[in-house]
């Protein structure tokens, strides 16, 4: 089916999502929480005779209300969501096995220094399976295991404190403890921490700054990525809704979104049954795409993506980004310092914002590396980085060679999703303001 000329909002969805939510926690020697919750429900998406939308849920194992003529397609949907309901019970992670994994993060936190005060370590597993109906089309269903760890160190030294949040996260329990093994997040959260007590904050100014690694993903999910969301477009709440000027990065730069990568945020169909496929956001330094749902694809006049991303039944489904991610280019990172007199590196970073109409952003940087004479110099801590899209993305002057990948998780309207990002490092020349401090 054409996705363009479908109207998706005149027939009505039929969205089921079973969802278990198991959490542990550990503060200092002791377990803190430990919680399970099973959530199902339905939700129906439709069109009033006079052209409204309507949302209607129901919690449980009940159909909501459907228009009529549609009791059919409700049976079906029902009995295809029944069938798969108990899958979010498969391979769940045991409460003892959680608990002795926490545990052993917390040691390697406390056994890096002296300085470390206080240690908070939280398990999160998150299974659903979802079951999306139309008219004329098979049910379409998938099934989504998230796991990750949080730990959250702090570090004390002669009146001074510091504190650091690292997060460590997987498709299952398996990869989960390869990866907790490999990254010693217990280890890193304390070194963060404890580096934290004698880092200068980042320097007040306009400076060159160099993103190292994934970081340069997470620079432009915040700078492009959200304006290029389909419902903000569609809208006019984006600066890039008219697409008038379509070139506005140098031609180093190709950004691509695929939910079929193998990252965090990865899926086979998004949450209203439409296959996941990649888009190129910026090709060569070009606008080329844009990440949809099936109705803001409909009033943009182009094919849905399959980003439509919702957190359960009783959310609506947005248009989001999943696995973003920056082509590599030829250049070694070094060289992407070596022409900086006075510049910083960023090394990680907490999040950001950005106004989509204005192209106004903030990034919050946790740890960097003072740029001298084209060489990492001394260790700086948090801070702000600021500037405008238009400018940041034409600033972009280089872009290494140095792939790397990191985890997170998306907040839009209330709904948190997980994402992830992968780029190598990248050069941003100018127009970015850095100012010091904790945020």
């Known amino acids: 089916m054409d996705d363009r000329a479908t109207d998706v909002a005149s027939a009505p969805e039929l969205y089921t999502s079973t969802t278990r939510r ?67 019970y498969e391979r769940s992670v045991a409460p003892d096995d959680a608990v002795e994994l926490l545990a052993r993060i917390r040691a390697g936190a406390r056994r890096q220094s002296a300085d470390v005060t206080f240690v908070q370590v939280r398990f999160e597993e998150f299974a659903q399976c979802m079951t999306v109906s139309r008219p004329g089309e098979e049910p379409r269903q998938d099934t989504r295991r998230r796991v990750r760890t949080v730990v959250r160190t702090t570090a004390t030294r002669t009146g001074t404190t510091r504190t650091s949040s690292l997060m460590t996260a997987a498709s299952g329990w398996d990869e989960l403890l390869e990866r907790v093994a490999a990254d010693c997040p217990g280890r890193r959260a304390a070194e963060l921490a404890t580096g934290l007590l004698t880092a200068d904050p980042l320097p007040d100014g306009e400076l060159p700054v160099v993103f190292a690694g994934s970081t340069g993903a997470a620079l432009i999910h915040e700078v492009c990525g ?34 079929r990568l193998g990252g965090w945020g990865s899926y086979e169909f998004d949450d209203e049954g439409t296959p996941a496929r990649p888009v190129a956001l910026v090709e060569a330094g070009r ?26 039944y009783q959310q609506p489904p947005l248009p989001r980004l999943s696995n973003t991610s920056v082509r590599a280019g030829a250049e070694r990172p070094d060289a992407l310092l070596s022409g900086i007199g006075h510049g910083v590196l960023v ?39 600021r500037g405008n899209v238009r400018t940041a993305l034409a600033a972009i002057k280089a872009v290494a060679d140095d792939v790397s990948v990191s985890d997170a998780v998306c907040v839009k309207r209330g709904q948190h999703v997980p994402v992830s990002f992968s780029s190598p490092s990248l050069l941003v020349e100018s127009g970015l303001r850095l100012s010091g401090g904790r945020f």
């Open 226 to 259: 959200h304006a290029l969301e389909g419902d903000l477009l569609a809208d006019r709440r984006s600066l890039f809704a008219d697409r008038s000027e379509p070139e506005l990065a140098s031609a180093v730069l190709t950004v691509l979104d695929d939910p």
């Open 22 to 88: 198991f959490a542990a926690a550990v503060i200092q020697d002791r377990i803190d929480e430990l919680s399970a919750v099973v959530d199902t429900g339905t939700a129906v998406r439709h069109r009033s005779a006079d052209g409204a939308p309507c949302h209607t849920t129901t919690t449980g194992d009940a159909l909501p209300d459907l228009p009529s003529g549609f009791r059919s397609l409700g049976e079906t949907h029902h009995a295809a969501a029944r069938a798969t309901a108990d899958s979010v």
């Open 347 to 385: 090394t990680e970073v907490a999040g950001g914002h950005v106004n989509p109409m204005t192209g106004e952003f903030t990034v919050q940087v946790t740890t960097g590396r003072a740029i001298r004479d084209g060489k990492p110099a001394e260790p700086l801590g948090s801070g702000t980085v």
């Open 287 to 312: 606008l080329t795409g844009q990440v949809t749902c099936r109705e803001s694809a409909h009033r943009l006049g182009v094919p849905a993506s399959g980003h439509a991303r919702r957190i359960d």
